[in-house]
């Protein structure tokens, strides 16, 4: 390298056990963000499909989730378990603010469900 051309950065030895933690540590805080924003997204898209429901119209959470994904396109979460997971809270909301109430079973649609017997809700408002 001649006298006039300049280094752009300096070369910076570092452990590379330091550097795998710090990235790994990155990556889940970039996950944790990501999954937050998909939280927020489920909620936001499981008060719509209850304020597009009539009075006495029944659902099963299979219902709440294709909703989710197809009309408002909240994406898959990192997870297939939360799913359950955030119906299983936000129907206990409504529950208890008496939105909804359980009617009885379901069976779901969703081949890879495997007709499971699962809770029908009616929307009470």
């Known amino acids: ?13 570092r452990d590379p056990a330091k550097a795998k933690a710090e990235r790994d540590a990155a990556i889940e805080r970039v996950k ?7 939280r ?3 909620r936001k898209a499981a008060r719509k499909f209850l304020l597009r429901a009539g009075r006495g119209d029944q659902f099963i959470g299979e219902d709440l989730r294709r909703y989710a994904i197809e009309v408002e396109d909240v994406g898959e979460p ?7 997971a955030m119906f299983r809270a936000f129907i ?6 008496d939105w909804v ?10 081949p890879v469900s495997h007709s499971t017997r ?6 009470l408002r």
């Open 32 to 38: 944790r963000n990501q999954q937050k924003r998909w």
């Open 78 to 84: 990192e997870h297939a378990n939360a799913w359950g």
């Open 92 to 97: 206990q909301e409504a529950l208890d603010a």
């Open 40 to 42: 927020a997204r489920y």
């Open 1 to 13: 390298m001649g006298k006039s051309q300049k280094l752009l950065f300096r070369i910076v030895e």
């Open 101 to 110: 109430r359980e009617v009885g079973l379901g069976a779901t649609q969703d």
């Open 118 to 123: 699962t809770p029908r809700y009616e929307v």
